[in-house]
């Protein structure tokens, strides 16, 4: 307790690289959907570390499977398998359209993978010459110097040119402009199958029949960047299971591991099979404690009981947010799916959606934004009805000081 309470905010600033611009206070402990600062301050969670922990904080699944694996085998490299990755894998192939699963840390590493392995059927399919990338508009895909640059948003890319080449980028929901970009020369498209960080904006399914249809008949491998949006964020295992189109190639990751570092990329036989043997790799990717953790997390999630549960809570977001804002008079649009929601600020109050965050951990929420003019919320999946009231109260209370200010 002594080491913790010498630690400060400022520290941050002392020590730190200073790309983030962390809250001033510092969560020390949390448990379900609440967390505690180093006051003893107390918040509700509905940011959920960025999409990230499904089952909300130091839930007992998740516990038991991290410390029952840390007394067996952490880590062994890829020169040697493990029970616990096979495990994993067993379940991602039987629930869902893939074949084959290759894991990593990361949702970036997991787009580096799907991107690099999109070059290389490109090439073997159709020539040195089949390599372009289509993208989209605000699109997010990760911070490598690859997957920034297939990310559609210049600012996070701009400063570190040379970019590697042959990646455009399109207008989203656009199908007509997809289709005069997608070539021969074309090996891929990567879409997310509901826009995240670019403000939680959801594809149209024409937009996607159209895409598949497409890169079917153009020989294109189309990617699902799930890393947001799988692993029951939507209400469903995976949001293209929302869709009735299947992708090729599917990231995910974020979810994934509850918490826990983990990313994997799926794909069919067919594509699997272009990689061979060192054509890509990692050291850590599908470890035995992330692994152990992620297959827990996922069995857990993957049930009537949760799946439904985040449609309920959906729900009850939408009709708890649509009141506020009756009184409130402060978003244009509610949306997104499942435990992924978007409230959209009216244009009077454009910009100021980072203002409104940090009133709401003032008032004891946490919430993220996404992007400078809505607010997003990707709770905990298994979040209870007493939490989401609480917060939503407790977020109304933010919302009237944020209005008046
Ligand atoms: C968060 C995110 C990523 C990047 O994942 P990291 O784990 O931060 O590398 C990629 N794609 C989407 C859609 C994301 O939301």
Redesign the pocket.
Known sequence: MQAQDQITRQNFDDWMVPVFSPAEFILVRGEGSRVWDQQEKEYIDFAGG??VNSLGHAHPVAINALTEQAKKLWHVSNVYTNEPVLRLAKNLVENTFADKVFFCN????A?EAALKLARKVGLKVGGEHKNHIVSFKNS????TLF?VTAGGQPKYSQDFAPLPKGIEHIEYNDLEAAKAAITENTCAVIV?PIQ??GGVVPANLEFLKGLREYCTEKQVVLIF?E??TGVGRTGSLYAYMNTGVVPDIL?T??ALGGGFPI?AMLTTDHFANMYAVGDHGTTYGGNPLASAVANAVFEFVNTEEVLQGVQNSHKQFVEGLQKISQTASIFDEIRGQGLLIGAVLKPEFAGKAGELMKLASDYGVLVLVAGPNVIRFAPSLVISEDEINEGLLRFSKAVHHFIKA
């Open positions: 960025i999409a990361s949702g970036a590493e787009n997010f895909h990760g911070r997957t997310e995240g960080e960047d890393v947001q990231t990751a974020k990313g």
